[in-house]
């Protein structure tokens, strides 16, 4: 699965987040493509040829950028109103993007638990983002909840190192929304990991802990088809 | 009271939409300012402290735009991104806009209809406008309905008559969205227009309309007395 991230920061350079979500993105994760919109077009215009091919190849596509006035930033509103063009994006005009997916990952400066009816910002990031699900129901892509990094710089390194994963699943796993999906995902990082490993001692101890996983996640397969019985009356 | 209309329109030249609202803008109608952003701006270089000043003398603040992926074309929000900073817009640092009115004009090319859940856009002009309702929110100001033109293009000439009305009264009147307040502001424009009618009996003929117009206004609001008086059970 190949990973495209649109990303827009006017001040990408001075932006500690976004160093940080370059880093999980780009270590470890192979067929992700870290894309910064105002290092490639300080000047506003865009090579729509590039972007559209981008765009093709990609099976996932994500919107990164802080929140500016409820949004995204205007350079990446200028990257939609050229790259996105009808015949190219339309479902129903044949656009090449169905079946693809859409996120989008928004950084917040202002506490998420603000963006609520009666909150400071009185409106919730689900609605602020629907013009960008809009966009995806166009084009007949699958919309993924947007993933918000909220206050990245009050974070404690547990924090941080609990979003470095949750966002690496939401860019890379094939299925980021499921729990089984999730765990799979998980087991198979791993798997990856304990490959590298060159002292056997470790990386036996690794994939023990990796079996452990995996047979807990039998366990609790075999529990639940269980209760499913037990609920239908067919307990015997 | 001043109306600044800040459009956004990357083919502005070739609207014709836009040239109909220009002239319902700027024809008999005091202390509007018509001021486009791709007329100004077409290197997307925006002039803050003008911006800013033209801001502070308006009470009632347009954006008009074509929706373009469900938003604004992407000049109006380099626009938001840069005017709209901090210290001169959040209400609770005393940003200056606070008490004036922000109204969203939007010309759509796809009919009105087709904006609802289960429809071919999926979502509402009132969802879709949420993140400029958050901005009149965050700077103290009163957000009004925003005004849509359906389908200028497909518009009979009585559509379009009473489009020039409802744009103008959206745009100049006071109390855009009250009843009363449409009435009065129409009665308003009649007199004006009857004091530059040179001929004597057309002049007067078009004020013993509005004096019936005012009398019919005086026996409604008699009339609405009665019923609530009836109401109260004081019928005597």
Redesign the interface.
């Known amino acids: 699965m190949k990973t495209l991230i649109v990303i827009a920061h006017?001040e990408i350079k001075d932006s500690s987040t976004q160093a940080f979500l370059k880093r999980a993105a780009t270590r470890n994760l192979s067929n992700v493509k870290w894309h910064c919109l105002d290092l490639e077009y300080p000047d506003?215009q865009i090579d729509v040829d590039t972007e559209q091919r981008e765009l093709m190849q990609a099976d996932r596509i994500i919107f990164q950028f802080p929140l500016?006035?409820?949004?995204?930033?205007?350079?990446l509103?200028?990257w939609?109103?050229d790259v996105?063009t009808r015949n190219f994006t339309y479902q129903d005009q044949d656009g090449v993007l169905a079946g693809k997916q859409l996120g989008i990952v928004v950084t917040l400066g202002t506490a998420l638990k603000n963006y609520t009816a009666g909150g400071s910002?009185?409106?919730t990031i689900s609605?602020?983002t629907?013009?960008?699900?809009?966009?995806a129901?166009?084009a007949g892509m699958e919309f993924l909840p947007p993933f918000v990094v909220d206050q990245f710089s009050y974070m404690t390194p547990e924090q941080k190192a609990r979003l470095l994963t949750d966002y690496q699943n939401y860019i890379n796993n094939p299925h980021p929304l499921s729990f089984d999906g999730q765990q799979a995902w998980l087991v198979q990082r791993l798997r990856d990991k304990a490959q590298r490993i060159e002292d056997d001692q470790q990386r036996t101890l690794l994939e023990l802990t990796i079996d452990q996983i995996e047979n807990n996640q039998t366990e609790l397969s075999s529990l639940k088809d269980q209760i499913e019985m037990i609920k239908r009356g067919d307990n015997g």
Chains 1, 2 share one sequence.
Request: charged share 30%; proline share 11%; net charge neutral.
């Open positions: 006017p506003f500016y006035w409820y949004s995204s930033p205007a350079l509103k200028k939609e109103d996105l910002e009185g409106f609605e602020l629907k013009p960008f699900q809009a966009v129901k166009q």
